[in-house]
């Protein structure tokens, strides 16, 4: 079984800054290349085909469109096997989810797709357990869904809401970006949320704007990718290393900083003695 860890956490906004970050990768033994291969792009207003097939925690085939029509929706691709990033977009959702006045169920509908064909029912039911169980609302079985399917509906999920992630054979790991996406009651994306926590107020906005079926409007991306760990050494691969690195660095910087200005302040504020 592949393990994914949070690789790091990159902020996308300027093509010259991904350019920095992503230089220090090239000396990643697990693929790095893959990342140019890996995003989200808003594609707000855009139709997801509801005809598509997956199978739910129960292992019955089911249609996107028994989701849709009555309700806005929110959606998460991630992965059930995957013990770090996903873990903590699922949590970040249910967190948010369990604070917002309004039902899974009743004022809208959870969806969450794994993006890995070889996932299964059974561990999709697992998943719906846990996190249902953590939600604690009277309906929340009925209102979030665990999805898994085969990889070409995977991918015209995927494709539809700008979800690009990449497979490694070599590592058995995938690289992708963290999101969930809030759709109208017809299927149609109306906001991205990215990151792994995110605010109930916004949700809740951008949940009852879904429901009227309006779109917002693009958000700045600040991704975190979901991408190489190596089990046998425990460690993360360069990049975040370096950015661990510049962290420290950058805390030193200004630790030393503030005592530079207390120590100038105390100076200043020293009498001065003639002989």
């Known amino acids: 079984m592949g393990l994914l860890v949070v690789a790091a956490g990159l902020a996308l906004p300027a093509g010259p800054v991904a350019a920095q970050l992503s230089d220090p990768m090239q000396s990643v033994g697990v693929r790095p290349d893959l990342l140019k291969d890996v995003g989200i792009d808003q594609k707000l207003n855009q139709q997801v085909p509801l005809d598509l097939t997956f199978r739910d925690e129960t292992g019955k085939t089911v249609q996107l469109s028994q989701y849709f029509g009555q309700k806005p929706v929110l959606l998460s691709l991630v992965y059930f096997n995957c013990p770090m990033l996903c873990t903590q977009v699922l949590n970040g959702m249910e967190a948010s989810m369990k604070g917002l006045p309004m039902d899974a169920g009743n004022e809208f509908n959870a969806i969450s797709v794994s993006i890995d064909p070889s996932d299964k029912p059974v561990l999709a039911a697992v998943k719906q357990q846990m996190y249902v169980g953590m939600y604690g609302r009277p309906n929340g079985a009925q209102g979030w869904h665990f999805l898994t399917g085969d990889e070409e509906q995977i991918k015209k999920l995927a494709n539809a809401v700008g979800f690009r992630y990449a497979y490694d054979p070599d590592s058995k790991q995938f690289a992708h970006a963290s999101a969930i996406m809030v759709l109208t009651p017809d299927g149609k994306l109306s906001k991205y949320f990215y990151g792994i926590q995110y605010s109930p ?21 600040i991704l975190l990718f979901c991408y190489h760990y190596d089990p046998h050494t425990g460690k993360y691969g360069l990049l975040i290393s370096r950015l661990i690195q510049a962290g420290g660095l950058l805390t030193v910087l200004a630790i030393g900083s503030i005592m530079l200005i207390l120590f100038r302040r105390e100076r200043y504020s020293l009498p001065s003695y003639k002989s």
């Open 201 to 221: 107020r916004d949700l809740r906005l951008g949940l009852v704007e879904a429901s009227a079926r309006k779109i917002g409007t693009p958000v700045d991306a």
